[in-house]
């Protein structure tokens, strides 16, 4: 008897603690901002950068990006409901509009607050989802399940590392001939290398001034920097 409850416990734990799969197997793109003390939706503004929101386990994290960077610890208190710890917010200015972009980014920094609860539903619109995050004075941050190109499903498959990094940045699972550039936050070129032959390189990062940056494999956006 004393088994079986135990047993029974540790399923309720289970149950009462598990979360949506959808959550933890989907990468979110930001599509507005709605607070209760303003009225009028916020849609994010453009922004030619990687936007990707993602929930990862082993530890439990949320990895949130939108020009700069949000990275918090998350512990699912509940089915549908999570608290945040130790979260960290990258203030990299963005020089592409008068500030549209930092004001948004500031927005979303500040509505995920270290101890916070929050709450989430997630809606199936047939091949999309909605991913909606409330907090507890009726701010929400929708979202929209993004899918993958096969394009960039190949271009995930390159390894960068390290990340943050301070020398030389190693790129791996390149396929031959590939062309890489990096490219500082307001979209200038500094670092190239043409028609590398090998499947792995690195990038002698050294002296670029700390910052963000944003890594192009053949012209396309692969991954951002961030330079110690």
């Known amino acids: 008897m004393k088994k079986f409850y135990i047993l029974l416990l540790s399923f309720s734990w289970l149950f009462g603690f598990s979360q949506n799969p959808d959550l933890l197997n989907t990468e979110w793109k930001i599509t507005k901002f709605v607070g209760e003390l303003s009225p009028t939706e916020q849609l994010p503004p453009y922004m030619p950068y990687q936007q990707v929101t993602k929930f990862e386990t082993n530890p439990n994290r ?40 930092n004001q948004f980014f500031g927005l979303l920094c500040s509505f995920f607050a270290i101890n916070g609860n929050y709450f989430y539903t997630i809606e199936n619109n047939g091949n999309e989802k909605t991913l909606i995050i409330s907090n507890a004075i009726f701010q929400s941050i929708y979202f929209k399940s993004t899918i993958l190109s096969v394009k960039n499903n190949a271009l995930k498959k390159s390894n960068v590392f390290p990340n943050p990094v301070s020398d030389f940045l190693k790129i791996e699972n390149l396929k031959p001939n590939s062309n890489m550039e990096i490219v500082d936050s307001s979209g200038k070129l500094v670092k190239s290398i043409s028609g590398n032959s090998s499947d792995k390189t690195e990038i002698n990062v050294r002296n670029l001034t700390p910052g963000i940056y944003y890594l192009k494999i053949n012209g396309e956006s692969v991954q951002k920097i961030i330079k110690k």
Not at 75 to 96: I, P, R, W
């Open 62 to 101: 949320l990895n949130l990006s939108f020009f700069n960077m949000l990275s918090a610890d998350v512990s699912f208190n509940g089915q549908n409901s999570f608290t945040v710890s130790n979260k960290t917010c990258t203030l990299a200015d963005y020089l592409g509009d008068n500030g549209q972009v």
